[in-house]
């Protein structure tokens, strides 16, 4: 689903005109990425938390040479699932199986 499909659902789904449906969602996104570049944690009941962390430095290999380099230390953007969004898309998510060999 890209952003423009997104658009498209809302307006079906709330009859709000395509352009406000835009506005709405751009808006949506922008706060987003306004919390995240501050490195504010984004909670989203329901659906998720989106927050950054940093990824430490690191020694990588370059494919056509094979020769070590350095990765410089990143900040990097972590989405972890709400239990019901993890529920919704997988049923089985944390349960059991009685007839699953020991």
Do not use: W
């Amino acid at each position: 689903m890209t952003k423009s499909d997104i658009v498209e659902t809302l307006h079906k789904k709330t009859g709000v005109p395509r352009r406000n449906a835009m506005q709405i969602v751009e808006t949506f996104f922008e706060i987003i990425r306004e919390q995240l570049e501050q490195h504010e944690e984004v909670k989203l009941a329901g659906f998720g938390n989106f927050s950054t962390r940093k990824k430490g430095s690191r020694l990588g290999r370059n494919p056509r040479t094979m020769q070590e380099v350095e990765i410089s230390q990143r900040d990097v953007v972590s989405f972890h699932p709400s239990h019901i969004l993890r529920a919704k898309v997988d049923p089985h998510h944390g349960t059991t199986h009685d007839d699953a060999p020991a």
